[in-house]
């Protein structure tokens, strides 16, 4: 069974950083895109950052220049480096993988809070 374990979420003050991680076992299929969509209160769930077992990047305009996606393969592992944070990026964030022959898996989801 497919377990998506995140951390590094918290409280942060305005133009603080926080690094996401989370970590992926349990699936004998390969990871295509891994990456973070976030959803803040009364919001949809939205993309953050997504990157491709190739390294391939994409980001939400709101996050560029401040958020980095990484991923080492490896350990199955994808990071979210977040820099500049600003109140606006109040949301839960989760971890995302799509897998080749399972689809999309989810993590139970991460709380970001930063305070202006």
């Known amino acids: 069974q497919v377990q998506l374990v995140e951390s590094g979420g918290g409280l942060v003050q305005a133009g603080g950083s926080l690094r996401l991680s989370c970590a992926a076992s349990g699936s004998m299929f390969s990871s295509t895109v891994m990456g973070w969509y976030r959803q803040a209160p009364g919001k949809q769930r939205e993309l953050v950052a997504t990157?491709?077992?190739?390294?391939?990047?994409k980001y939400a305009d709101s996050v560029k220049g401040r958020f980095t996606v990484s991923r080492d393969n490896a350990k199955n592992t994808v990071y979210l480096q977040m820099n500049s944070l600003k109140p606006e990026d109040t949301a839960v964030y989760y971890c995302y993988v799509f897998y080749d022959g399972l689809g999309p898996k989810w993590g139970q989801g991460t709380q970001v809070t930063v305070s202006s």
């Open positions: 990157i491709a077992s190739i390294g391939s990047t």
